[in-house]
């Protein structure tokens, strides 16, 4: 089991590397100008390594404690996905050759020219997007039929971008004519046609195994080297993505999920006793909800990979 502090790795334990940035849960490093870090510029070009750490981030707080394994769960299960994806779209990983202190856990990759786009893919209606169609019968100016409720199944997927928020905010759905506006017609196209290939593909890989994929969150850059649209950051993970079991769907309720959906629940729950509207920032999680969540990350994995974490 890993450590379950949200804290970033202690940069003494990673040599050649110097930190840079730090998310709601991945920390970037650069080559530093020690001996190690140009021998890992001269071995990688303008590389990254990207750790996933245990934190937990829920209505743009990052919540303590973290937990446990969530980092390693993360980065295995988008190493299987990019490999299930090769054929689709190219992804950013050069190496899994990181340093002992973040094995399992991190990935050293190529810097990408990153689109300002959150590539969205829905399959399923629910989250934001059913407030939205609730409220408008559409999401992001998709016309949606009548009569759908919290879990209902759409006649086909649609792809619903957002803006890349700061830490700290919150993404917004935007119409496809922004995304055009933002990086062009031709990669605004793009980016929708592979969203909506990537959750094709995945969807049906998962339904394979028994696991609904409701909505997926993807992250496109260009390679500098090939000026190849690539996918980077995670992928399809249960940070990313809303995972149900198959057995268990039935439109009309929340449904229950694989995913970090059960930290949101007890947040907004009256025993939390926390004011989602106030400025006060969420109360630590405890331990049951720390463990069953572990279990949910624990469990997608094992269910579309069909192997049990470090196997």
């Known amino acids: 089991m890993s450590d379950a502090n949200p804290t970033r790795a202690d940069d003494d334990a990673l040599p050649g590397w110097r930190h840079t940035y730090s998310g709601k849960v991945r920390d970037l490093y650069e080559p530093d100008g020690s001996a190690a870090g140009v021998a890992l510029r001269e071995r990688h070009g303008d590389a990254v390594l990207v750790v996933a750490s245990d934190r937990v981030s829920a209505y743009d707080h990052v919540l303590s404690p973290g937990i446990p394994d969530k980092g390693v769960v993360l ?18 990983v050069l190496t899994t050759d990181v340093p002992d202190a973040v094995a399992g856990r991190a990935l050293v990759c190529r810097r990408l020219e990153m689109f300002p786009v ?15 169609y609730r409220g408008t019968g559409e ?11 919290d879990g209902s199944r759409l006649p086909e997927p649609i792809f619903t971008p957002a803006t890349k928020a700061e830490l700290g905010e919150h993404d917004e759905n935007v119409r496809f004519s922004v995304v055009v506006d933002t990086v062009g017609p031709a990669v605004a196209e793009e ?14 890989v998962a339904r394979e195994r028994g696991v609904i994929l409701a909505d997926t ?40 999920s694989f995913d970090k959906q059960y930290v949101r629940d007890w947040l907004t729950s009256p025993v939390s006793g926390w004011d989602r509207a106030s400025d006060t920032p969420p109360p630590p999680l405890p331990a049951d909800v720390v463990a069953r969540t ?13 192997r049990p974490l470090g196997v």
């Open 294 to 306: 572990r279990d949910r990350y624990l469990d997608a994995y094992e269910r579309l990979t069909g």
């Open 217 to 256: 969150k993807l992250e496109f850059g260009t390679d500098p080297v090939t000026g190849a649209t690539t996918l980077g950051d995670e992928v399809l993970t249960p940070d990313s993505s809303r995972f149900w079991p198959a057995d268990a769907w039935q439109p009309g309720h929340p449904q229950p």
């Open 118 to 132: 959150e590539c969205v893919a829905r399959g399923y209606l629910t989250g934001s997007g059913l407030a939205e």
């Open 75 to 92: 980065t295995q299960l988008s190493l299987w996905w990019f490999d299930q994806l090769a054929d689709l779209v190219p992804n950013h």
């Open 191 to 204: 980016l929708r046609d592979l969203t909506l290939a990537v959750y094709a593909r995945a969807e049906a």
């Open 139 to 149: 999401v992001t100016g998709v016309a949606l039929p009548p009569g759908l409720v």
